[in-house]
């Protein structure tokens, strides 16, 4: 089955401890991006990946790292997590065409909370 | 820079049609999506435009004029589970792999 997974998918954490959260796709896609998803700010892009060893930062990409060694994972990295970064963060994946991105598959979520 | 606007939210009635509309501003254009996204779910992909015009999808159409900077989601026949929010995003060519998302519109269907 086509998918993205991501994992874990709720996290309560503590300020300062850093954590990853797991992104893979098993399509083969080149183009994958992280969005976190605030209430009255809708989804936000924090960093994208055209392709392996590829990336660039999004609209939010502050307090972040991310790498793309490999074509089907995508992880996202909080060096240094505190309470402004609890959100609900989602992973996607497409299909690219030189610049063109076609629609975007999400993964299921990741609730993060930062106490 | 781009903007996105698409109404808050909406109600609708159960058999009944409704019309989600988004506007925006971008400098360099090249295509808008519509998304479903049900509560703490993940947003599902439903529409595609680059070219004016309506794009038909079983109970689902999406409109687009580049000229107003205009597109709509057409939903008919609703049903309960189309209650969800709608999001619309569009793609900038100046703005590389960037996808740039609305703040999404929840539509509420009542019986």
């Known amino acids: 089955e086509a998918q993205v997974t991501q994992n874990p998918r709720y996290l309560i954490t503590v300020t300062g401890k850093k954590l990853t959260v797991t992104c893979s796709q098993n399509m083969n896609h080149e183009y994958m991006s992280w969005y976190r998803q605030d209430p009255g700010l809708g989804l936000r892009q924090i960093y994208y990946?055209?392709?392996?060893?590829?990336?660039d930062k999004g609209d939010v990409p502050e307090g972040y790292k991310v790498s793309r060694k490999e074509k089907r994972n995508f992880p996202l990295i909080l060096e240094s997590p505190s309470p402004n970064q609890t959100s609900l963060y989602f992973c996607a994946s497409s299909v690219r065409q030189g610049d063109i991105i076609y629609e975007q598959y999400f993964g299921p979520g990741t609730r993060l909370t930062v106490t | 820079g781009q903007n996105i606007d698409q109404p808050t939210e909406m109600t609708a009635t159960e058999g009944a049609i409704v019309q989600i509309n988004c506007t925006y501003q971008?400098?360099?254009?090249?295509?808008l999506f519509w998304y479903q996204q049900h509560a703490g779910e993940a947003p599902t992909f439903l529409s595609y435009?680059?070219?004016?015009g309506l794009e038909e999808k079983g109970r689902f159409s999406s409109f687009l004029s580049r000229s107003k900077g205009y597109s709509y989601l057409l939903l008919k026949e609703l049903q309960m589970k189309d209650s969800a929010s709608y999001l619309c995003a569009v793609r900038d060519q100046n703005q590389g792999g960037k996808l740039i998302f609305g703040q999404g519109t929840e539509l509420s269907v009542k019986p």
């Open positions: 435009n680059v070219l004016d």
């Open positions: 971008t400098s360099g254009f090249n295509g």
């Open positions: 990946s055209m392709n392996v060893e590829v990336t």
